[in-house]
């Protein structure tokens, strides 16, 4: 099917809409000029509605053939929340992308990647161009239980080996991500490049575990990010010492260089007004989302 | 409609219009200039002495056809009026807002040193309100299909202004804005109480009705390139607007707290974050604000930071007053509402607690040294003068350099060392063949009626280009 890339007809209709766990949801919308430019490491930002927020999400999978692209969210917030609380059929009102600057895909030998909740979803593409490009590919998804693991078959298609770890033991080995590193590390496994994704403190750690062996290490950073489009620099990140827009020059970077402390603190910024622009959401939907 | 004789009353008082009292429209985000109602506006209108060499459009950057339209309110014919202003210009009810008229047609105006000028920006943003409310605007015609196509890059003021000019000359438009509203700056950065929103959205909303093509979320440069676009469209203008952040590069830039003017204005403005939790994205400014620098952003930041209702807000600007590149209404509007300004001052460190959020302002009194390049005396420090200023929140506005992603993906593109695309200045042209640009990604931080200057130029060039290529 040939798109008009330049039409607004249908435009961010949620084709397809999955709930993979309680609270994390796959999302497939039909947005042609995106699906035809996506590349793996590509964000897009959502708007639920007029008046919502702006949320970068990395993009997990996109087909140029059907005009979509999918994304899987995570309600963390009132603005994900709500996202997840669509149904197939209805529409995003914005849809912005693709934005930010794509991984690199090319022959590293075998590439490690550690996944840590939702961004298991983001690790998806990155390691599967990875494999397509012939490399060997481990993957490590760390989950803090079994009902929170997503895309594990997923992963299993298009990885050599997956590790899953999760913190209660519901799932896999009891544990760290970081534990399955050193393992691998221990029992000899050469790797030529590691990317994460998941929460700063894990990636942090991810980065420390992989800096004695001198691995590239890669990790696709998450500041709070308003424009996306490199003008308010509210998602300024601390990369080897010097100021980066993770918007337009990330949102990957790299691990070994980043300035963790300072993400987490900044990332802190607006703790208190999403925690009670939640709550005021939870209480007039309480049926709907469960949070009581 | 009564055709009344026309007999010029120059010397009665030159009318500034009313504005909201200064202490309510602290905690309002609604317009601070009320403007003039009919009768003013008529009254107002009848001092024009209609000169035959009209100085006042010859100074307008646009061009408005201001003699002809102000005599047309005299004559209480609004719907003549507007359709007047519409010949040069699609954009009256923002032009009489954000126009700064005094440096312009009111600055020509030959009644200027004797009663003061007539208020030309007042009359244009009353005509434009009238008709607006009126239902008087009716969108110009459009001259029949060329076949060929135009992509405007941003929504900004020059955009439009590009987008309006050729559409009227028949060629199809697409715009391309990479927010989800329309707008550019007028969106982002002016706040409420100068440009309300609905203003922007009905001359926007013109062009829709034209037939141009508005499509939102589409970044250029990033979801599509200048070179993708060229295979489905004739010429390129690139508008794309000067969004890059100065940063201070003083220690403590990365505190929580702290926001680039572009961060802060957007927040507020286009996010509507000071209806936070109506809507959903939340604004902090704390007890105490401090806003860097002397310009129409730092006003406007500091004037918005005012309504969000902290304990204060102060101005610190490295030079005197007499230096600020603000106009000096709005330097007169944020006194009024209580922003305390300190001259002579810059801030040399921020200070934090141990959760990273801002708590103090390392600042250095400054005394004016000799002039350096631009002819300015040089701000210097003084030695020993270093104070603190408690603050929760700092924004900094000190200037905006150009959106650099188009420059960086479209090769062949000549950039000067600012990062501002190079062009010819009377046509708009850049280094590459029909492609064109203008407004702030060429000028840096601009104004609006710059850009739209920039924007009805380029239109010609681009309209004879097009034109060349069909005969």
Known sequence: ?292 | MENKPKKPTPSIKQNHGRHQDPVARRSNFDEVALGFGLEEAVTEAARCLNCKNKPCELACPVNVRIPEFVDLVHKEDLGAAASKIFETSLFPAICGRVCPQETYCEAACVLKDRFGPVSIGRLERFTADYARKNGLIKPPACAPDTGRKVACVGSGPTSLAVAAELRKLGHAVTVFEALHEFGGVLSYGIPTFRLPREVVRFEVDMLRKMGVRLLKNVMVGKSITIDELKKDFDVIYIGSGAGLPTPMNAPGEDLVGVYSSNEFLTRVNLMEAYKFPAVDTPYYVGKRVVVVGGGNTAMDSARCAMRLKPERVTLLYRRTRAEMPARGEEVENAMEEGIKFEFLTAPVELEGDEKGRLKRVKCVRMELGAPDASGRRRPVPQKGSEFYIEADSLVVAIGQSPNPVIQQTTAGLSVNKWGGIITEEATGKTSLDGIYAGGDVVRGGATVLLAMKDGKAAARAIHEKLSAKVN
Not at chain 1, 29 to 39: D, E, F, M
């Open chain 1, 1 to 292: 099917m040939k798109h008009d890339i330049y039409s607004t007809e249908g435009l961010y209709r949620i084709e397809e809409k999955e709930d993979l766990s309680p609270t994390i949801s796959r999302h497939v919308i039909y947005a042609p000029l995106i699906a035809a430019k996506a590349r793996p490491g590509h964000f897009v930002i959502l708007r639920a509605r007029p008046g919502g927020e702006r949320i970068p999400v990395t993009l997990v999978d996109w087909n140029a053939e059907a005009g979509t692209v999918t994304v899987i969210i995570q309600a963390i917030g009132k603005s994900t929340t709500e996202m997840n609380a669509f149904k197939t059929g209805e529409y995003f009102s914005d849809v912005a992308g693709p934005l930010g600057t794509p991984v690199e895909i090319k022959k590293w030998g075998t590439v490690l990647g550690v996944g840590g909740g939702v961004g298991i979803a983001e690790l998806y593409p990155i390691a599967r161009a990875y494999k397509e490009a012939g490399n060997k590919v481990i993957s490590i998804l760390g989950a803090r239980s079994k009902d929170l693991l997503i895309l594990e078959k997923q992963m299993e298609a298009i990885s050599d080996q997956v590790i899953v770890t999760t913190d209660d033991g519901s799932a896999g080995r009891k544990g760290l991500v970081t534990d399955a590193m050193k393992d691998l590390y221990a029992a000899g496994e050469k790797i030529d490049a590691a990317f994460t994704i998941g929460p700063i403190i894990m990636m942090k750690f991810v980065a420390e575990t992989t800096r004695p062996h001198g691995t590239p290490t890669f990790a696709s950073l998450n500041p709070v990010m308003l424009d996306g489009t490199g003008m308010c620099g509210g998602c300024r990140v601390e990369v080897g010492g010097k100021p980066r827009f993770a918007c337009v020059d990330g949102p990957m970077f790299d691990a070994h260089l980043t300035n963790f402390d300072l993400l987490m603190k900044r990332t802190a910024a607006y703790r208190e007004q999403e925690a009670s622009s939640l709550e005021n959401y939870a209480r007039d939907h309480e049926c709907r989302i469960g949070l009581h």
